[in-house]
């Protein structure tokens, strides 16, 4: 039984937001790299790294979990009780996602404001 379209369509949006976090990520890590070169020790900096590099290690781990439960459902049988188990837990960890986001994209400017 193929999963629900709203399961797939929640799947596919953490994706997008994954992939944006990760971009973002991946900028402000070169612009932090940039500005720790100019103040290697500045504490506030290495603080904001650490983040950024924390913030991209989980995007990584998330997007592992939603696969392995997208795979763990369809490999059961797909109840209405598990496909709304998975919805709900999938759903929660889009709200983590997005915040998290929202605060790589904060760094992000925040450093760029610095160069």
Known sequence: MPLPS?????????????????SDGREA????????????????LIQLMAFVNTSLFYADRARNQIRERVESVDRSEPTPANLQEAGEDISIELGRILETKIRVTQVKNRLEGLR
């Open 6 to 22: 709203e399961l797939t369509a929640l799947v596919e949006r953490i994706d997008r937001e994954l992939d944006r976090l990760e």
């Open 29 to 44: 890590i070169k612009i932090g790299t940039y500005l720790l070169n100019r103040f290697p020790d500045n504490f506030t």
